[in-house]
């Protein structure tokens, strides 16, 4: 009997202390919930009321269409066969060469080429004949390639305060179009493709 009784005020005390457990668990989950919803209407608040009203795209009215001008475009320099017998082999090289300018300078770029062909052939070609067995294992014959940019630069690129004509550039009216017309030709860049070595025979 006594037995049952002390049971029983166990099972009473196991139950007593789940109790206050549930409660505070129950708690916890409601004021979680709370906050989450509250946290939620603030967030909606903010983003319905802080968006743009009504957004225009004025600065798209506005741009011009890109000048077809300024479009990058090549111009061929040389086309021939090349050698080098530095390492007392003669080796022989199928070479192009392109300067890269803007579309509207092509024309002017392409005179000047023409009026110099001859010199350019004959720096171009020392440049690959006193090239060194590095330069021309390099596959992309990228020291050549600098060197040859830097001398097409120099012959073909106006000095400092001349223009197309060889006078110095007038100053532009405004900016825009006055100033496109008043830009020297100018290469931007040299392009250089080689076939590999080929052995000659003397």
Known sequence: MADKKNDAKT?????????????GGMKFALITVALLAIEGGVLFAVFSLGGPKDAQATHAETAKAADPGDDPCEVAVFNGPLFNDRTGIN?????????????????????KIEDSKAALRAEIAGIWRMASSDDLADPLFE??????????MER????????????????????????????????TGAVVISTPAVRQER
């Open 91 to 111: 080796y022989g090289f199928k070479v192009e060469v392109f300067v890269s300018t803007k579309a509207r300078h092509r024309d002017a770029i392409t005179k």
């Open 143 to 152: 020291s050549l390639r600098r060197r040859i940019e830097a001398k097409l």
């Open 156 to 187: 073909l690129n106006p000095r400092d305060g001349d223009s197309a004509g060889g006078h110095a550039a007038p100053a532009p009216e405004s900016a825009g179009d006055h100033a496109k017309s008043a830009e020297p030709p100018a290469i």
């Open 11 to 23: 099972d009473e005390k196991q139950d007593g202390a789940e109790a206050p457990k549930k409660k």
